[in-house]
């Protein structure tokens, strides 16, 4: 990671914390750029069309379908008029739900899926920073080792396991929750567990070692020379430094979990943004698919962005860099 | 960058003279419990996968209308699934895709890694900093979402889905083995090196690369896992390896369509899979101890 190149002295730390962001913001849209316009040919040069998968169309209607949405017209036309709209906001309408813009789905199935990212990311950063901690601070105890045995778990056993065994055993079998589906508030509780689990085996090994190797500095020895109490210890000298790794990493586990909501709302029946963007795709319903590919890309990339600030911000190393 | 102590001298015991780095990091993955049994594990699955559909009765694609979700007995040792296929021939040939995928995708990951990661390490300066701030734009894309449209779209034939997968993982592995040619080219064999006149290429493939072995070797065994997994996940969407072939991420989507009645059909495949990943991981993280590796991705 490359952040301020120059030597900022130590009070001129927002102003370059501003250029690092103003830096990162332009990659971002530069990136935004290339996928969007990478999508939407990949779309256009794909076999098929979103019209030839239904019954055979007459020839004279899929003309006037394709005159319809624009598909008629040479391809840079139809490029440089998708940006056009794109700048105002509008992802077009969608080209299998009939009299539906692509704005309007989008609106109804992100808030799903981020609560259900929300519910999950909860679950893996009370759960992984609790055992993690635990683990550092009790090290080679029981508490240790169960926290590695999580871990591996949470490593090893994919959702898409892990999920139907868990409707299998708490849904079918004792009958705590609904199989699937996303009306109740305990419907929310399976997968947000089974998803959070996934991420709290990597960050509860992040916050483990973080906090092992700051454990270990002549400052920690010093405090607790001087009399410091385990918790204070704890608390107030070895958090920050020692969460680092975790603050680091939640920009790709905040990814991953948008991602695996994909197999995690196909397993529960969930109506949410993942389950549409594979339906869209199969359906080659272009605008769909693109509004949801940069839908995706500008909330992974904010994530990420919004990672690395928090990263710099408690990382006084990293500003001065 | 503090050069790096030979792994070696980084054990605790004396270290014998003139015993080679390999074989001292081969004994001290071998006291590792738990990296033992995930190796001797993976070798049994694979050689019952590999050796198994030969001496399976069966076909994978033999089906048997009239004994359809049978329950495991002495002629279907795993049962039968909702066509009346022998589990047993699935879940061994399924392994046999699952794990070919795994490492068919890591060696495309790992070469494409490997050569973009060491020529911008070893370069250094403007075409390093241009190389790696490609990685970071690349790393930010919603990888995912691209292979699922490029399964959709192009057919879903597993040579794409080697590609695919390959082209994702490549990026971690040239970040680390950038790092690591950058903190090796600095050492002074490679200076010697480059005072006997050595030609850039040669210093870079035989004497720089040899010497970062340890650290792909460790990353390579753990991206195998993390591969199998994006397999079968993309299978268990319907969008990898197609019916009536058989790979583990199918048969737990076909397990987990039928649990209720026919948990077995989830609980086999789900288990080996699982087993596997484990394995594999507990072999990485002895891997990484025995050879001493620091696991820093930046």
Sequence with gaps: ?321 | MSPKIPPSMAGQEPVEPGRPPMLDAWLRLRRNRLAVFGGLTLLIVVAICVVGPWLSPYAYEEQNLAATYGKPDWRHWLGTDQLGRDLLIRVLLGGRISLAVGLSATVVALTIGIVYGAVAGFAGGLLDAAMMRMVDILYALPFTLFVILLMVFFGRNIILLFVAIGAVEWLTMARIVRGQVMSVKRLEYVEAARVLGYGRRRILFRHILPNILGPIIVYATLTVPSVMLIEAFLSFLGLGVQPPMSSWGILIKEGAASMEEYPWLLIFPGTLFTLTLFSLNFLGDGLRDALDVRSSKD
């Excluded at chain 1, 693109?290 to 690395?308: E, H, K, R």
């Design chain 1, 1 to 321: 990671m490359v952040l301020i190149a120059d030597g900022t002295a130590l009070g001129k730390m927002p102003q370059a914390m501003l250029r690092f962001i103003r830096l990162r913001l332009l990659q971002s849209i530069l990136a935004l750029f290339v996928i969007i316009t990478a999508t939407f040919f990949l779309l256009r040069f794909v076999p098929g069309g979103p019209f030839t998968a239904e019954k055979a169309v007459p020839p004279e209607i899929l003309r006037n379908l394709e005159a319809h949405y624009g598909l008629n017209q040479p391809l840079h036309r139809q490029y440089f008029s998708y940006l056009g709209s794109l700048v105002r906001g509008d992802l077009g309408p969608s080209f299998k739900y009939s009299n539906r813009t692509v704005n309007e789905i989008l609106a109804e199935k992100l808030p799903v899926s981020l609560e259900l990212g929300l519910w999950s990311l909860m679950v893996a950063l009370s759960l992984g920073l609790t055992l993690g901690i635990v683990a550092a601070l009790r090290r080679n105890t029981w508490a240790d080792y169960l926290a590695s045995a999580i871990g591996m778990i949470g490593l090893s056993a994919p959702s898409f396991v892990i999920g139907p065994l868990c409707v299998l055993a708490f849904a079918i079998h004792a009958g705590w929750f609904n199989a699937s589906g996303w009306y109740f508030p305990s419907d929310r509780v399976l997968p947000s567990l089974v998803l959070g689990l996934a991420y709290a085996a990597p960050i509860s090994r992040l916050a483990r070692s973080g906090m092992l190797e700051v454990l270990n500095q002549d400052y920690i020895r010093t405090a607790r020379a001087k009399g410091a109490s385990e918790l204070r210890i704890v608390m107030r000298h070895t958090l920050r430094g020692g969460l680092l790794p975790v603050v680091s990493y939640l920009g790709p586990a905040i990814a991953g979990i948008l991602t695996g909501s994909f197999v995690i709302e196909t397993i529960f029946q969930i109506p949410g943004l993942g389950r549409e963007f594979v339906t869209s795709a199969f359906d080659r319903d272009y605008t769909l698919v693109l509004g949801t590919v940069i839908l995706y890309a500008t909330l992974l990339m904010g994530l990420n962005l919004a990672a690395d600030v928090a990263q710099v911000w408690m990382n006084p190393k990293l500003r001065l860099e």
